[in-house]
């Protein structure tokens, strides 16, 4: 397994949000880079997933619509329907 290289970053960051961030790190015993390193990992993983969740909500709702469209264009109006017509047309 490789070795992760590490990279010193400066941050602006309100004062406030500081404040949270250290009280939160002092009482989780890590330190502020490992912090900012593990928010960074969720952040993108939760937006990846998001993004994965919008493609499957919008594929969804397009299957959908072709069901509608095909349902329209159908000369059938249900199962019993087809079960009908299929009777009527085997031959003996």
Do not use: W
């Amino acid at each position: 397994m490789m070795k992760s290289k590490y990279v010193r970053i400066n941050l602006t960051i309100p004062e406030e949000r500081l404040n949270q961030i250290d009280e939160f790190c002092e009482n989780e015993n890590i330190s502020r880079s490992e912090f900012v390193r593990e928010a960074a990992a969720d952040f993108i993983a939760l937006k990846t997933e998001a993004k994965k969740d919008d493609k499957k909500k919008k594929d969804m709702a397009r299957a959908i619509e072709m069901m509608e469209e095909i349902r329209e264009k159908s000369t059938l109006t249900g199962g019993t329907e087809v079960i009908r017509k299929f009777r009527d047309e085997r031959h003996f």
